[in-house]
């Protein structure tokens, strides 16, 4: 496994060993105690989570401020822009964001530490997206914020308008989103 850092200390880019020949593929998508090595984090993953989306289909910026989630995600058909943002008032990097480019075909994995927003964008006709959670889902605690908040300035590589969900489109702006200390 190779590890490596983004330019947002904590979110990881983690590259799985492929074994590959004429049949196909093997690889080991999630190994604790190589990832702990690799990685230098001990996590312990309490649910799995899977969706499918169409192109052009935004979902995010997503977190909850209670039961914070460190996410462990991939893609598993197709390709995703995957963007986390650090949204720790008390950090020098609050505010800022990253991006990676997540698909089936480069097996790249990201870990967006707890204290982030996460979101990504469908880049392919469609994508199947996969993410381990350090904490449940608890909806009473899920947050939004804005995909297009002019304070972020993502780029989210976008030659149309996206496709959201009704939660997306009401996502509040950073300024005025409960975020972490």
């Known amino acids: 496994m190779n590890v490596i850092a983004t330019e947002l200390p904590g979110v990881l ?5 492929v074994f590959g020949d004429e049949r196909g593929f093997f690889y080991e998508s999630f190994n ?7 990685a230098g984090l001990e996590q312990q993953f309490v649910q799995d989570n899977h969706s499918r989306s169409q192109k052009g ?9 209670e039961h914070a ?13 995957d963007v ?36 990504f964008v469908v ?6 997206f996969l993410y381990k959670t350090t904490d449940y889902y608890t909806p009473a605690a899920e947050r939004c914020i804005r ?22 489109q009401n996502g509040k702006s950073l300024k005025d989103a409960d975020v972490f200390p």
């Open 123 to 128: 880049l392919s006709d469609h994508a199947e």
């Open 57 to 65: 289909v935004l979902r995010g910026l997503h977190y909850q401020i």
């Open 32 to 38: 604790a105690r190589d990832f702990a090595r690799a």
């Open 13 to 17: 880019i983690i590259e799985p060993k």
């Open 147 to 168: 995909w297009d908040d002019a304070e972020l300035g993502i780029d989210w590589q976008l030659s149309g308008a996206p496709t959201l969900s009704a939660k997306d």
């Open 84 to 119: 986390a943002v650090d949204i720790r008032r008390s950090s020098p990097n609050f505010g800022k964001w990253t991006s990676v480019r997540l698909s089936a075909e480069n097996r790249r994995q990201l870990w967006i530490p707890p204290g982030f927003a996460h979101g």
């Open 69 to 81: 989630q460190g996410k462990l995600v991939r893609v598993t058909a197709g390709e995703v822009l």
